[in-house]
């Protein structure tokens, strides 16, 4: 049996050891005594519920979230989603993994070049130094260049830190131009940094937050990170280490959004509005995305903008007579 | 005699029928019934206090604030500042009243075609003819082109609206670049009139808070005004004058901070963030400036940031071992 | 078949071609390709809700929201509500549409003479001229005395706008006799006209928000709107204008409230109040109304007054010896 | 030497044991051993500052403020405002010592029968017990009628919190007429007894908050006390009695505004709107006298309002178009 | 049938005349006429809610919350939860009703002589006599070491409130041996004292809010019951009476938190701190045994501590190279 | 001369060549030309201003901030303090500089010895072996014993954050008592390093904000040293390094007070509300003593506590029949 993508599935379909992602597991132990395992399954074109009722004792266990099963059973209905009965789940190695996860938009190869590029225009040369140290380790660089952005479903995907730290960076190349007194090794510099704590933050796999994400932050785990690599290059400049480390603490704006300090340079306002257009704007055509295709002008309330927001019609910008109606 | 500007005056200097623009005056009636007259005289230098002991009585009702003077008197000083003691003050009519306020970093007419060809490139007919409604209009050019953007001293200048509105342009335009789901007509034309409201709400001399400003802000009486121009302008889309209006209401970004609404639009959203990028920026340099000089690291607290600010030392981009002393 | 009202309606009845108001639709298609239809149906003795199961697809987009319906099936329940078990469905022309909305406690021709009287009372010409420009447009009159105050269900209602800007009224006189210092036609005239904006902000049938309601507020609407009045008016007071548009705009007090600007006049604090007063006193008491007969003290939690709401019992005023019980 | 009143004095005037209210003292020894006492001297009229250089020892010990003194010395003037050069200065029993405070506006007597008589209007029998035993204790009516209202000078006056406390109560009345559903009797009587607690709170001469003022605040005392007197009714309903007191507790409307409870009933949200609309219109006329004369449009910041506030012109309710230049 | 606790119920189990406490009931009247009446029935060991199919009319208002039941009927399930379906329900006499509610950890007795002793300890002669004047009401100290602390579920048992009350003792006489400065017999006498009146504002029984609880908060009613208790005290020191009346008022720390006043004196301070140690440690305890056994390693959001908590794993002290996995 | 203390200075004595430490020094150049250097001047018995007139160009540089000045001249008086007119001043060796700083209330080396003992007490291996690395470091050690704990003047002494630490450690000592579910040793060690950052982030001597702990604030200076600490330890437990760098980045309690996250654990809610308590308590004493002796109950408005704090009076303990006046 050939592959079936969570996007083929069809209610009353037979799957036969069809591999799967696992995303998440838990049990339920009824007081009945009856135990049942319910699953997220998934694949790069989407996830799907999966339910396996009076599961076997041992199966539960042999299973490891972010790891490849294989699955034989039928797809259900429940809620008017569609939802995997399950017959018989086992481990299984995938062999493409990365076929199991969302990719971002644009291919990670092109966006890490165009990363490699910033990083190599860097004249500076202690920070020129300090992005070497750091991105040269290979562990660090392909963690970089596929973890997430962030946690919910639909934003999160592989290369989505990337690509949300070249748009930031590419807004701050322009604030460069503005603004002649900015520093501009160093405000590229901490565009390009101010999130890598995320790699420490979030599962590479479940996008959940990790004990270290939740309990330090990934703004903390990032600043620390950053300050251990520049321990490692002597002759680091001293006034330009506390710039770096205070750009990439403040970022976040304000203290009651988790900066321990406000922006107090140049270069930590820019990074902290950069940052922020970027991720208010992507939050907002991904909560459009999600929310596509049920007709109404305004979306769900977004908690990110705290407000709902407002989808133009597609035609919005012709002379729009008639169109009156449906707003007013 | 000829002209001597602020910048050019010294202790014990007498003046002869010197022209300034009277910026703000007042008169202080002592309960001993003698009476005083305070002024601030200023021209594109600079500006300075005066003090006129036993002013007779028809003198300071013959002075209007915002209009030119001629002063006769010398030099003196209090608390550490030069400060004019006036024997003789009447009303002139400035010869080149240019001359007697400050002015934006870039010469006007360079940045007004700058704005003239951002306002060409506008293709969506709708837009296009707002656009051209309002700027058309030589008194709102006018006023337009030569606003401060903000009341504060250093910030304010004669075309100071100008060259934040150019700036924000310039902004939004690299997000058009960034998000192709950006209407770029629409957050262009929202970016050059996102302030048209303060030529109303600021005193295009004393740069003050109009009654207009004071009482119905800045952001309302902007989009009335456009929503006025609209009214005239037949056929106009009614969604992309909702979407119009709201950008403009909504660039506050917050209610606490005026908006009456939040942004519910893309092209607001990116508005919003490249408003408070320039104008954070911007107010950090003024800020920096106005500290200029005291030698110390941190300036004194910006209310507009709501921290002090940390102005780097000159060469802190260079190795730095020796410059941990300083700040350790 | 005579008419039935939705409050007669009774389990297990059967209806044939029974008119209704058609309140809100939504269609869901299931994955597996069957469309269910769910409506809100409504008279002005209440509203319940219907499904339609396997609905042929023609039939969601003949109906309109906002507009007659007749309808066939049988009342059955769902979660221990009433709901229409709907077998048809056809758009209809409803003979008194009048008859399908609720309605204010006041009857509107009472309530609207007492409008007019306020307003035939002003003796400030301006102000005079304002009121009867506005309001001699019949669409104008005609909306505005329809208009609901809010959007939540027991509190919207035809006529339910002009109720509360009649008890503002009222307590704008109470304070005119109390501060002589009031401007008191002015004052009046921002009460009767506070909330105009009402008439773009909800939408008259369904009560929803409208999409200018949502994207620039009831309050930018009602001010601009009274300012192009004022434009229509020549020699109309400029201070006297400022003063009208302020009270307008500064009337939710708080700029966490929506108002661009703090009242800064006598009449917009006295408003202000005002509105809080009459708006949390009749919300209280639909909130009251709402839960009514669940038999406890409290109400449930009230999110316009951030707790829940004490109902005193029947006899309180009485000695109460016997009732401590119940409370402690 | 015939008594001279404080606004009867002018530079340079010789006095000889004139009497005063001593309103403040305050004694600074100067670490070269001198000792000299500033003192603030009043009447109904105003205060004037006075200074005692080289007072002699006993001198301050023997003055008692919020009693007489008898000054001998000279008017002179201390940056810009008369101050009283004192040579001597002895206690001394003022013969009309109301003579020494400032006064409400409308005269006390008046305002205390009107006060009367809405006591005497209460029909429920509890609540006109309540009232009869807290008033017709001779020294708590004699405080109650006396009292200031709150601690700003210009603000505090004798008779003040009974003005106050008519205004509240006329508005609840209105309020009556509007919302049938208030238990009228009820709303009347906390409105009569919401600030009793400040005749604890401020001290009645110099209209500093006490040490139970500040320590307990009036809210809790008012309803301590309140709650004291309802002890020594038996009978009275238990469950009036909390609505009596939630309503004295939650009349400042917000945890944040130093209520502990926030208002649940109809009495405590219209008490609450009635309260905060006379103490902020009010505040505003004060505010608006204390800086009049000063000729700007706005006054200084009002720290009650938390802006600044608008000063109509005289005449704004004519025809304006000749104004319109002072204001734009 | 001998008893059988909340613990031991199984599915299945048949009961006969089985005792409970009766927590909760509630009456749904389904529209077509039927009557259902839902229980919550408890003993010390747990809880189990019950439901009764068509009850008999004149069943429900037999039963009283708080008193005794006994109940014949079958053990089922809904929604994995166990629950009684009840075939008779009848008022009954618990034989020992403190068999029937939660109970502290420590034993009552104990406590109580922890308490005693405490009290006993006071020197100052005013406090002593406060202490003893209201503890040696059998009422009052009956329902003190047997009151809850706060109304939430498990945290809820009987003896709760004495629990947290000598914790936050036993902090407070930390503090004495750390500030020489601070009044101990004060500190420890408001410590005692702090919570008193939530004897009057939690049910006893079914631990919710009671009227005066909720419209006059435990704050004010403890703070006025030690008031009139001074009363009735000749004698007692007037400041002693504020600092006393004021800790107890301050003791929450900030106006938001519901205090009327800000802790202003050294033992307020100290009081507040302590108490809020000890609160949101236990909060933090109870919140962890409430999610117990879910397996990960941080529970739900607390809204007490607004955040999710992180649960330690069992021998997180040791080496933990094998555990990173889990975390990381 | 012998040495003369700053506490035993008086009006018009004449110095010659006493030794001070120099703590703070500006140039003020006129725009006359003429330049004024002002100091402040300090020893353990306090800190006197000095200003120099017409200072000789060269002696501003030779004088650096933290180290010994000899100078010569004579004390006089400006704005009611003494004040030292400057005739000469040259840079100079102190012989004992512990004698020039402001100590805390404990000798340090008895607090050294208890911190010593507390660290010899752990018995974790982790965290015992955490400990030494970071304390056996003799520069960390002497920093960390002699470091200020505050900015503040009153507050900060040498010493302080010794004391401030080990009060902290005793509260957390007694909840260990109180919760048996602390891990004991993990709470003493978060406590014992809770402030270790405020080594880097206060100037040891003129107790200011250093670079670092404007930038990066002490909290994150902190934990980032320790994490580094860590590093160094091979094996050390990998959950027990997330719970030790929890506790001390969240110890502020909240986001608003700089800390980037909330307390998750029990240790670190214990640890933030000691914290709290014994800073709020200290600082309540140290407002107490800096404005001791002004005869007035209430001290000046802390801005620490947000409110004016109540100083009982000596013998508030006794009954106090006559005391009532002067509070009422």
Do not use: W
């Amino acid at each position: 049996m050939s592959r079936i993508s969570v996007a083929q599935l069809k209610l009353n379909m037979t799957l036969s050891r069809q591999p799967f992602l696992l995303r998440e597991k838990s049990l339920t132990t009824t007081r009945t005594g009856s135990a049942m395992l319910r699953v997220v399954l998934a694949d790069r074109t989407g996830a799907i519920g999966g339910v396996y009722f009076d599961v076997p004792g041992h199966v539960p266990d042999s299973l490891t979230v972010g790891q490849g099963v294989e699955v034989t059973g039928r797809v259900g209905e429940f809620k008017d989603q569609l939802q995997l009965n399950i017959e018989r789940i086992i481990p299984a190695r995938l062999e493409n993994p990365e076929e199991f996860l969302p990719l971002a938009r644009r291919p990670i190869e092109e966006m890490a070049q165009e990363f490699d590029a910033l990083c190599a225009g860097i004249e500076n040369a202690d920070l020129s130094r300090l992005l070497k140290t750091i991105f040269d380790d290979k562990t660090t660089y392909q963690a970089f260049t596929h973890a997430p952005a962030a946690k919910f479903y639909h934003h999160a995907c592989v290369g989505g830190l990337l690509e949300h730290t070249l748009s930031v960076a590419r807004l701050v190349l322009t604030a460069c131009e503005l603004y002649p007194e900015l520093h501009c090794d160093l405000v590229l510099t901490v565009a390009l940094l101010h999130d890598l704590g995320k790699i420490r933050a979030y599962d590479p796999v479940s996008f959940d937050l990790t004990g270290e994400g939740s309990l330090l932050t990934h703004l903390y785990s990032g600043a620390a990170q950053v300050e251990r690599a520049i321990d490692a290059l002597p002759g680091f400049g001293a006034e330009l280490r506390l710039q770096v480390i205070h750009a990439l603490l403040s970022h976040h704006g304000k203290l009651e959004n988790g900066s321990p300090v406000l922006p107090m340079t140049l270069e930590a306002i820019v990074l902290h509005y950069a940052d922020n257009l970027d991720a208010d704007t992507r939050g907002a055509l991904d909560h459009f995305q999600r929310s596509e295709g049920d007709g109404s002008i305004f979306t769900e309330y977004s908690s990110m903008h705290e407000t709902k927001l407002y989808r133009r019609s597609q035609d919005s910008s012709s002379p729009a007579g008639s169109k009156q109606q449906s707003l007013l």
